[in-house]
């Protein structure tokens, strides 16, 4: 279970990349390395992976906040209480209002040990976490990385990673998930800083401010 725990494991992970696919040395060269993106893990960490799901950063900030003015502290102990309408109120879509509560009732019922998830192996953590109505590969995958600073996790069904990947190397047509996989099996066990760098390079070709 690789870890990247700070920026110098970062960089060392991107310098390994290079080696394989000279690509990601053209992309450091336009937009440098990126910043090394962590967050804590535990409830918060994983119901805010949640929020981010498929909308702008700015817009995830924005019912971030609300959720914390609205609804007290952001912990299961709490927001087990809080009806359906009042997380509407926040701004979060069914969809994302059927995962939270998944997950606040496992962990308050204790089926889900987020804690324990830091010594477990990365596909017991995804068969963990994605057998939580609501809770996809993409969510779990994210907390891997972000979370718990696994090296080596791979958001294939990404979008903007596919739109990323499809530029850097200048592949004919945007992959699709099976692909993504295929394409960066070579990068093993350095996938989740190959995220890192061409989510970076997708911000860039957005024209949106370096993370």
Known sequence: MQR???E?????AIQQLGTREPAFIELVEVVGLPALRSA???YRGLIRIVVDQMISLKAAEAIWNRMEQNLGPLEPQFLIRRREASLRKSGLSGGKIRAIRAITKAVQDGSLDLEALGSLDNETVMAKLTALPGVGPWTAEIYLLFCLGRADIWPAGDVALQ???HHALRLKARPDTGQM????????PFRGA????????YRHLRGIPRA
Do not use: C, F, T
């Open 163 to 165: 739109h990323a990947v």
């Open 40 to 42: 804590e893990p535990g």
């Open 8 to 12: 110098k494991d970062l960089a060392q």
């Open 194 to 201: 190959a995220a890192m760098l061409l989510w970076n390079y």
């Open 181 to 188: 996989r295929q394409l960066a099996e070579s990068w093993r």
């Open 4 to 6: 990247i725990a700070n």
